[in-house]
């Protein structure tokens, strides 16, 4: 059973288009974040959250915004998608003691046209 | 600013060979983890190993190992016994623990090929 959904897998949408991304969790980690994967550059973080109330942006926040409805519910949205936010989006956890390391899940592939 | 750099785009190795995979690391920060994530074709993120800043000895999962020198702000992986599955994208990374957020800076990845 996956621990982190994220949905659609896939979309393809057009220049203009408002998306949301869901992701959800059932690890019961107070920490979520959302990532963009393009070629060549590796992951970067768009959006992170510590809680339902606690929402901050990353270093590309710009053309996104984000909900915590839940604990378990993180959600990205492109207000007004372009083809230059084209890429993986993957959403991760993670628990704030210990070693903390992230748990992503299994990304959702956006193409902006 | 805290920055990785993971300096080989592509590597291959024979399967059951060692390989070592190189990550260097930039930070102002005395305290730090530094990961490793494997990212096979199907896209998933999976977390392979982790080493604190403070650890003494090199971090080892399995067929996995960090060759850790922190003085030459280094943390490389090193994979033994190589096989096929392996071949994969592998990321290093890096989150300052003193910092508010404690954010994790990823670097470029290198894709590793094991050929039978």
């Known amino acids: 059973d996956a621990d982190v959904t994220q949905t659609p897998r896939n979309r393809i949408t057009k220049t203009g288009k408002r998306i949301m991304l869901e992701c959800s969790q059932t690890?019961?980690?107070?920490?979520m974040y959302w990532y963009r994967q393009d070629p060549g550059l590796g992951l970067r973080l768009i959006y992170y959250s510590f809680d339902v109330k606690d929402i901050n942006k990353g270093e590309i926040s710009d053309g996104y915004s984000v909900s915590r409805q839940a604990q378990a519910k993180f959600s990205l949205s492109l207000e007004s998608a372009i083809p230059n936010q084209t890429a993986l989006y993957f959403c991760?956890?993670?628990?704030?003691?210990?070693?903390?390391?992230?748990?992503f899940g299994p990304g959702t592939r956006l193409t902006v046209l | 600013a805290q920055k990785i750099t993971q300096t080989q785009p592509g590597m291959f190795v024979q399967e059951k060979e060692a390989v070592t995979l190189d990550c260097t690391y930039d930070t102002s920060d005395q305290s730090y983890g530094l990961f490793w994530y494997k990212q096979p074709s199907s896209g998933e993120m999976i977390f392979l190993i982790y080493q604190g800043s403070y650890d003494e000895q090199n971090a080892t999962e399995g067929r996995y190992s960090l060759n850790f020198q922190k003085a030459r702000k280094s943390a490389n992986l090193v994979i033994s016994a190589s096989q096929l599955g392996d071949s994969a994208m592998y990321f290093c990374a890096m989150r300052e623990l003193n910092t508010g957020f404690q954010k994790l800076v990823f670097g470029t990845g290198t894709r590793l090929l094991v050929s039978p």
């Open positions: 690890k019961g980690h107070d920490r």
């Open positions: 991760a956890t993670s628990v704030e003691r210990g070693v903390n390391e992230q748990f």
